[in-house]
């Protein structure tokens, strides 16, 4: 596997303690998940039926404020991995520094791959990807620019996983547009990564591609008995989008009575420069916090936001010492 987030197994190889004992800041996960209540039996033990799955994408598609055609799959990850067939073979242009599963994806079904480093230089590609906002540095690009650079490019996927919380960026209301793909994440904004479930949206032919190789029950019962109840519930989803603002103003003060510069970040999320990462990251763990750093540029430290109440107490008096 590469490297990712949320590798508590090495934060405990290396400083001890049990999962449970951790709070792990390495991920762009929300720490105050949705409340799920109870799920019925059949959701567990029945095969999902067309029209629950039906409902699972008219509640997506009124949450991401799009009449286009969508599928869900299994995490955002999961269409991914299905990227390579969307087209014939050719140039994969991928806005970086991103990332870093789309690369090597794409390279291993022949691919050619280019990382560049402005929207200007995806031009002529095959497929051309960015993230918006962009993980790990948050930056932003406005809708307009995007719509731009797609009669530009041959395939333009744009991977909105952080951006529920800034709904302003999203192109989803435009994803009917030939050439124009969607992906969502449900697990990162609702706080249940472990559910597996992200969305597909775009146009009909694409859509039909990515939901014939996902097979006929791309996710569980579960995932669209919870991901319809949090999907339609657009006073959690305000309230969330309002305390991540906050918190981020929060976390950004602690970073800079550190000393660290902030670099960028989305809602959920936060990338500092530091003298030394490695050194941050040992300082926060040896409080059993885990944090993000990047083997690609020793001074990156980044830092989802706490959740509860005590994971900012322990934050803050980790940081003091």
Same mark, same amino acid.
Request: proline share 6%.
């Given at each position: 596997?590469?490297?990712? /987030?949320?590798?508590? +197994?090495?934060?405990?190889?290396?400083?001890? /303690?049990?999962?449970?004992?951790?709070?792990? &800041?390495?991920?762009?996960?929300?720490?105050?998940?949705?409340?799920?209540?109870?799920?019925?039996?059949?959701?567990?033990?029945?095969? !999902?039926?067309?029209?629950?799955? $039906?409902?699972?994408?008219?509640?997506?598609?009124?949450?991401?404020?799009?009449?286009?055609?969508? @599928?869900?799959? #299994?995490?955002?990850?999961?269409?991914?991995? &299905?990227? =390579?067939?969307?087209?014939?073979?050719?140039?994969? #242009?991928?806005?970086?520094?991103?990332?870093?599963?789309?690369? =090597?994806?794409?390279?291993?079904?022949?691919?050619?791959?280019?990382?560049?480093?402005?929207?200007?230089?995806?031009?002529?590609?095959? *497929?051309? %990807?960015?993230?918006?906002?962009?993980?790990? +540095?948050?930056?932003?690009?406005?809708?307009?620019?995007? &719509?731009?650079?797609?009669?530009?490019?041959?395939?333009? @996927?744009?991977?909105?996983?952080?951006? $529920?919380?800034?709904?302003?960026?999203?192109?989803? !209301?435009?994803?009917?547009? =030939? #050439?124009? *793909?969607? *992906?969502?994440?449900?697990?990162?904004?609702? /706080?249940?990564?472990?559910?597996?479930?992200?969305?597909? %949206?775009?146009?009909?032919? $694409?859509?039909?591609?990515?939901?014939?190789?996902?097979?006929?029950? !791309?996710?569980?019962?579960?995932?669209?008995?919870?991901?319809?109840?949090?999907?339609?519930?657009?006073?959690?989803?305000?309230?969330?989008? @309002?305390?991540?603002?906050?918190?981020?103003?929060?976390? $950004?003060?602690?970073?800079?009575?550190?000393?660290?510069?902030?670099?960028?970040?989305?809602?959920?999320?936060?990338?500092?420069?530091?003298?030394?990462?490695?050194?941050?990251?040992?300082?926060?763990?040896? /409080?059993? %916090?885990?944090?993000?750093?990047?083997?690609?540029?020793?001074?990156? @430290?980044?830092?989802?936001?706490?959740?509860?109440?005590?994971?900012?107490?322990?934050?803050?008096?980790?940081?003091?010492?």
């Amino acid at each position: 596997m590469r490297e990712h /987030g949320g590798n508590l +197994d090495l934060a405990q190889q290396r400083f001890g /303690g049990r999962a449970d004992d951790w709070i792990d &800041l390495s991920t762009g996960i929300n720490r105050l998940p949705y409340p799920v209540g109870e799920i019925g039996a059949h959701h567990w033990q029945a095969l !999902p039926s067309r029209s629950e799955i $039906d409902a699972l994408h008219l509640a997506a598609r009124q949450a991401y404020r799009t009449s286009a055609p969508i @599928v869900a799959m #299994g995490g955002a990850q999961a269409a991914i991995q &299905l990227l =390579p067939q969307l087209a014939p073979r050719g140039r994969a #242009g991928i806005l970086a520094p991103t990332y870093n599963e789309y690369a =090597p994806v794409l390279s291993a079904a022949g691919w050619e791959v280019e990382e560049v480093r402005t929207l200007d230089a995806l031009a002529g590609a095959n *497929l051309a %990807i960015l993230i918006n906002p962009n993980n790990p +540095d948050g930056r932003r690009y406005a809708p307009k620019d995007l &719509l731009a650079l797609l009669p530009r490019v041959g395939h333009l @996927v744009i991977d909105e996983s952080f951006a $529920d919380a800034v709904p302003e960026l999203s192109l989803a !209301p435009e994803a009917g547009r =030939p #050439g124009l *793909l969607i *992906l969502r994440s449900f697990g990162k904004f609702y /706080g249940l990564a472990g559910l597996r479930l992200g969305f597909a %949206i775009g146009h009909a032919d $694409d859509i039909a591609k990515l939901a014939a190789a996902s097979g006929p029950w !791309p996710v569980s019962g579960a995932a669209i008995a919870i991901g319809c109840r949090a999907l339609r519930d657009d006073a959690w989803a305000n309230a969330t989008s @309002v305390r991540l603002v906050r918190d981020c103003v929060r976390l $950004d003060d602690l970073g800079k009575s550190q000393g660290w510069r902030l670099v960028g970040g989305a809602p959920l999320f936060r990338l500092y420069e530091t003298a030394d990462a490695r050194a941050a990251q040992e300082k926060l763990a040896r /409080g059993q %916090i885990w944090s993000r750093v990047f083997a690609q540029n020793p001074t990156w @430290v980044r830092l989802g936001l706490p959740g509860a109440a005590a994971e900012w107490t322990r934050l803050t008096e980790v940081l003091a010492r």
